[in-house]
């Protein structure tokens, strides 16, 4: 098990930044991704930003790419996302999240489909 908390999140204008935090507890050294996730009112979950710890490699959605960034802390087992230049169209939902176990799949963790392990979210509001 794998208990994760996402703090951080708030009512912000456009242009503004915000850094999101995930704590994560319990079985923590088995995970092998961690992303972060997002849900805007009426659309799907989608992928925002995703560590790969086996490379180290991380992955952002192509819109997003320069604005934001994730990062870790590993000695405290919690997981960033800092984001800038906010726009309206970033209102969501941030959920981060942990794979723990493997996919038959090649990128799994690409896909809110490949985890296992989902916080409560936060909810990020951007307005002018």
């Known amino acids: 098990q794998v208990q994760l908390k996402e703090s951080g999140g708030g009512s912000v204008h456009i242009g503004d930044s915000l850094r999101l935090s995930c704590a994560a507890s319990?079985?923590?050294?088995?995970?092998?991704?961690m992303g972060w996730f997002r849900q805007a009112p009426g659309k799907e979950r989608e992928i925002v930003a995703v560590i790969n710890w086996g490379d180290g490699t991380t992955y952002y959605a192509d819109s997003l790419k320069g604005r934001f960034t994730i990062s870790t802390d590993n000695p405290k087992n919690t997981l960033y996302l800092q984001m800038n230049d906010l726009k309206p169209e970033d209102t969501a939902v941030y959920y981060c999240a942990t794979q723990t176990m493997k996919r038959p799949y090649p990128n799994s963790h690409h896909y809110t489909d490949g985890y296992d392990y989902w916080g409560q979210g936060t909810q990020v509001t951007v307005s002018s």
């Open positions: 319990g079985r923590t050294f088995s995970s092998y991704a």
